[in-house]
């Protein structure tokens, strides 16, 4: 299926929305995610001219930098995308600035305050201001009270704050940071991000929900059997063992991506498109969820860990052996589990959810599995017929596939399952923006729709509070599986559907 056939003259479809003068001020500027994701996401919005002309950086490090150190840095970074670009990045640097700060010092801020209302009048930004916190999650409460003490975020029209991930390490400390923080902003002012949400196929799941009246009457308990959502990744814990030991997939991966994305799949559609009503929506699911056995945790989660693995001549090493890791860590690096979400659209359909490093395969998809006819009156090619699934594929090869069965050719009545699949890259054949690119664009522009709000945060914590209480507790009860490195993890994470009588999905 070929969107483009429908569309001949490939029309953008892109809304764009005018961000107005601005200033986004970068804590933690010397850290990987800005120039790895954070500068060449602003210099996508400004080669699009996304960005208005009156536009500013300021990044913001504890390094004795200059304005021309700064440049010359994120320039090395970003080399081969400077070098297609020359003219565009010469113009762009002009607009970053630097600034020495450590945010624990009043003195610190009250000079940055004094600069960037010195970029206010050199750049017209009118006070204009988006702070994002690419820092450690412990300077979190103190970052934002510092700004808030220096009347930086005052102003609830011009003044924003974005928060990365983990907001929170639990529940209770999720409470407590989200008390302070807003003490310091209005909810509206605050954008806590999750860059699963910047993708466009997570967002095409509202539009295939709510677009098309083929869908939402069977988007329910009554045909949908069970959903399994997976994302699993190939790469190891790499050069974060530092933050990983402490935080493991469940903190990582499950807490905040992969419920945002159970969320989107399960809410009920939203009176109108706006951001209060999709997260009100959202946040309603989360507080209906719940582990399948809430009395008995420890039977409806597994935990698991890659050993070496891979082939002989590309040897893999195990989680145990990566560099900065405990020799007898009990730290997961894969998690699957089943989840109920007790209302009356999905009430006694399973969700499964499960996340690894090295896997078999890098991917991140939605498996709705419908239920079967009711009587086979025909043979299977396969034995018996299989059951019709929507899949749709977050990552790589982004789409969705529908599969049902058809009359497999030759004599008899035999059925066999055949997929229809849309594909983004073959519907509208250009690349799409990494999600940074949208979730930077909406935080300028004050929409929250793709951000998460606090009552969200801490539904999404209390939910998963009986497993992080075992293993803190009473690890045994949830121990460690290892799994060889490039298969799909451990085997025992299969009894959890066995007991359905399902199988993982094998992409």
């Not at 479809?13 to 800005?34: H, K, M, N, Y």
């Not at 970003?78 to 003219?87: A, P």
């Not at 991917?363 to 079967?372: K, N």
């Amino acid at each position: 299926m070929d969107i483009s056939a429908t569309n001949p003259l490939r029309v953008d479809l892109r809304q764009e929305r005018v961000i107005t003068p601005q200033c986004l001020v970068i804590f933690g500027a010397s850290g990987d995610l800005t120039h790895r994701k954070l500068i060449p996401a602003l210099f996508e919005l400004f080669k699009q001219r996304r960005l208005p002309s009156e536009f500013a950086v300021v990044g913001c490090a504890r390094r004795s930098w200059s304005n021309d150190e700064f440049r010359q840095r994120m320039t090395a970074a970003l080399s081969k995308e400077v070098e297609r670009n020359k003219t565009d990045w010469e113009k762009f640097s002009k607009n970053l600035f630097y600034e020495s700060v450590d945010i624990e010092s009043q003195e610190d801020v009250i000079k940055l305050k004094n600069k960037l209302e010195e970029i206010d009048k050199l750049m017209s930004t009118h006070g204009n201001r988006t702070f994002y916190l690419s820092v450690s999650p412990k300077f979190y409460s103190t970052a934002c009270q510092s700004l808030a003490q220096n009347g930086l975020l005052r102003d609830p029209k011009r003044n924003r704050i974005v928060i990365e991930k983990p907001f929170g390490r639990d529940f209770s400390s999720a409470q407590q940071l989200n008390k302070i923080v807003q003490s310091c902003a209005l909810e509206n002012q605050i954008f806590r991000i999750d860059h699963y949400l910047g993708k466009e196929t997570v967002q095409n799941i509202l539009v295939l929900r709510f677009a098309n009246s083929i869908f939402e009457p069977i988007w329910n308990r009554n045909y949908i059997s069970s959903v399994q959502i997976t994302s699993a990744e190939t790469v190891g814990v790499e050069d974060r063992a530092g933050y990983y030991e402490s935080s493991g997939a469940l903190r990582d991966m499950v807490q905040n991506h992969l419920t945002q994305m159970l969320a989107i799949t399960a809410m009920e559609p939203p009176g109108h498109f706006d951001p209060e009503a999709i997260r009100n929506e959202k946040a309603k699911v989360l507080q209906a969820a719940s582990l399948a056995n809430e009395l008995e945790p420890w039977k409806c989660c597994v935990r698991g860990q890659y050993s070496e693995g891979g082939s002989k001549t590309n040897k893999i090493i195990g989680y145990r052996n990566e560099p900065g890791v405990n020799a007898n860590s009990t730290t997961e690096t894969y998690v699957a589990m089943k989840l109920f979400i007790n209302n009356w659209r999905w009430q006694g359909v399973p969700f499964y959810v499960r996340t690894g490093k090295r896997l078999a395969k890098r991917i991140s998809e939605i498996v709705l599995t419908f239920r079967e006819a009711p009587v086979h009156l025909f043979d299977a090619a396969g034995g018996t017929p299989t059951p019709n699934q929507l899949i749709l594929r977050i990552q790589p090869n982004e789409g969705a596939e529908f599969r049902f069965e058809v009359k497999s050719p030759g004599s008899g009545m035999r059925s066999r399952p055949v997929e229809m699949e849309f594909s983004y890259d073959e519907s509208f054949g250009e690349p799409f923006d990494d999600g940074y690119v949208r979730l930077l664009a909406d935080a300028m522009l004050g929409d929250t729709t793709l951000f998460t709000r606090s009552d969200e945060v801490e539904a999404a914590w209390k939910l998963y509070t009986p497993l992080l209480e075992l293993i803190e507790d009473s690890p045994w009860q949830l121990p460690i599986y290892q799994y060889e490195a490039r298969t799909w993890g451990p085997s025992e994470a299969d009894s959890l559907l066995a007991q359905d009588q399902l199988l993982w999905r094998r992409p």
